[in-house]
């Protein structure tokens, strides 16, 4: 069981990315699968989930921000980021609960 997130980047206040995480071992579709994220200083916490059928869950920190989404085709899970702030700076990672599961870790830094 392996997690790769991606997509992490410098961007500007009020900017957009969209993170991924390509699961290797086991179906994104079948699992529940979460985004956290830890900023410097702080504990890793909650951003966004995303269960094996379908139903979302966000910080209220994210919330209408934020949207987590999954391709079964090609068995990855993204978090598309808009409007966002300097306090969304830090690195994201992925997890699957199931399998107690981490990625690695993608740095997303906002910041003018």
């Known amino acids: 069981v392996h997690l790769v997130e991606s997509g992490g980047d410098l961007v500007q206040p009020g900017g957009s990315l969209r993170l991924s995480c390509a699961p290797s071992?086991?179906?994104?579709?079948?699992?529940?699968m979460r985004w956290y994220r830890q900023a410097p200083g702080k504990e890793r916490e909650f951003v966004a989930g995303?269960?094996?059928?379908?139903?979302?869950s966000y910080a209220n920190s994210v919330k209408g921000r934020f949207t987590i989404s999954r391709d079964n085709a090609k068995n990855v899970v993204y978090l598309q980021m808009n409007s966002l702030k300097s306090e969304d700076t830090a690195v994201y990672y992925c997890?699957?609960?199931?399998?107690?599961?981490w990625g690695q870790g993608t740095q997303v830094t906002v910041s003018s």
């Open positions: 997890y699957a609960p199931s399998f107690n599961s």
């Open positions: 995303i269960s094996s059928i379908g139903i979302t």
């Open positions: 071992g086991f179906s994104a579709s079948s699992n529940t």
